[in-house]
């Protein structure tokens, strides 16, 4: 995917945390979205993904599709996103974390941030 382009440090850094979460659930994926293009630039309706350090991921699903999902949808699982962001949270190339669950953006670096209700989106060192 042309949106999907992150840094090396980045990369690493998601297979590194996909490979986690799926030892702890054997039925899930972590499904990423927007990165940034190869090249830089503008990416629409983004004010960052310019430089592959952020990254959108979907929360996880309680019937683990691979389909959107917000925090008031039934389908959404708190613990299994919370257990997620709680991996990337623990990785050394992890930033900071924008997300509007209100029990997880209690957590050390994570905020709210308008418009995420359907997504996280993680800002990565490098």
Same mark, same amino acid.
């Given at each position: 995917?042309?949106?999907?382009?992150?840094? $090396?440090?980045?990369?690493?850094?998601?297979?590194? +945390?996909?490979?986690?979460?799926?030892?702890?659930?054997?039925?899930?994926?972590?499904?990423?979205?927007? +990165?940034?293009?190869?090249?830089?630039?503008?990416?629409?309706?983004?004010?960052?993904?310019?430089?592959?350090?952020? +990254?959108?991921?979907?929360?996880?699903? $309680?019937?683990?599709?691979?389909?959107?999902?917000?925090?008031?949808?039934?389908?959404?699982?708190?613990? $299994?996103? $919370?257990?997620?962001?709680?991996?990337?949270?623990?990785?050394?190339?992890?930033?900071? +974390?924008?997300?509007?669950?209100?029990?997880?953006?209690?957590?050390?670096?994570?905020?709210?941030?308008?418009?995420?209700?359907?997504?996280?989106?993680?800002?990565?060192?490098?």
């Amino acid at each position: 995917n042309e949106r999907q382009w992150g840094t $090396k440090a980045t990369v690493e850094a998601l297979v590194e +945390i996909a490979n986690q979460f799926r030892w702890n659930n054997p039925n899930s994926l972590m499904a990423i979205g927007d +990165i940034s293009f190869e090249f830089g630039g503008k990416m629409p309706p983004h004010g960052t993904h310019r430089d592959g350090i952020h +990254i959108d991921l979907r929360p996880c699903r $309680k019937d683990d599709q691979m389909l959107p999902v917000t925090i008031d949808d039934v389908q959404y699982d708190h613990a $299994k996103t $919370k257990l997620l962001i709680e991996l990337f949270l623990s990785h050394k190339n992890v930033k900071n +974390i924008l997300f509007n669950d209100p029990e997880i953006y209690k957590l050390s670096r994570v905020s709210y941030y308008k418009g995420h209700h359907d997504h996280f989106h993680v800002t990565m060192l490098g």
